[in-house]
């Protein structure tokens, strides 16, 4: 663990981290975490579950274990059931999450004509004024068996976690589409803070994305107050037929994905 800014107690933040990976225990899952991305997508691929797409795609992104990670869980058969990736982006004022933006995004998606995406001038204040170390978390996928046990809230918590204890960044997010958004999910994964319309394109955005973004999120303080609510509430184990269920939700490999949690 870095040193946190903050006065949190170690033993604190590894209870909080232990009593959500008892919930991923008590329904008989392991949880591993690797940095090999290509790695995961074979996983993916033997489970049935879809593979990485632009975000966190091999074919992309060239992943170091120091600034990206993946959590998978796993079946008594070695099977993966469930997975979220995490990735830090360091911005150096000025540079703005607005900026990173308008390269990555340019990057990683084509538009339905085949051309690049273009952001447009004009952006939201609060993504404008978003800088130094952030964390995107997607690629939130769960195998369809496994449907309704909240595995991909849980993952998104500890993936949280994860990136708080090795990154202490200050902005955690990841994209959901406007048509699928569902509030029980968003807050399943301990994320506080939603905007709407959260980004802006020139002329139409990515072919395979909903045009109109909400983008869910936490500042770091929001994390360090959902480990306090962990210990308070702590998860339970949740059965696939008396578990909450989400309507798919359709976002490409953002938060959350194409299957039902």
Known sequence: MTNLRSELDPIVFKRAWGTLDN?????????????????IDALAQKSGIKPLEAQFSTKMHSHTSGRSFWLGVFD????????????????RSPESLVDFWRKHFHRCYPTETGAQVELAAKQPRFAQKITGETVYLGGTEVRSDWRGYDLGGLLNRV???????????DFYYGWMERKA???GFFR???????????IHWQ???PARLDNDLYLV??????????????????????????????????????????TQY
């Open 76 to 91: 008594t058969d070695g099977l993966l059931a469930g997975r979220v990736c995490a990735r830090l982006d360091s911005l």
């Open 203 to 205: 002329a139409g955005g």
């Open 23 to 39: 919930t991923f225990t008590d329904n008989g899952l392991t949880l591993q975490r690797g940095y090999d991305f290509d790695l």
């Open 217 to 258: 999120a936490n500042h770091r303080d929001d994390v360090l107050d959902m480990i306090d609510q962990v210990l308070a509430e702590p998860p339970k184990a949740a059965s696939g037929s008396s578990a909450k269920t989400y309507e798919p939700l359709e976002v490409g490999d953002s938060i959350p994905s194409t």
């Open 181 to 183: 958004f569902k509030d």
């Open 159 to 169: 993936a949280q976690l994860e990136a708080l204890a090795d990154w202490d960044a």
């Open 188 to 198: 399943a994964c301990g994320f506080t803070k939603l905007y709407a319309n959260s």
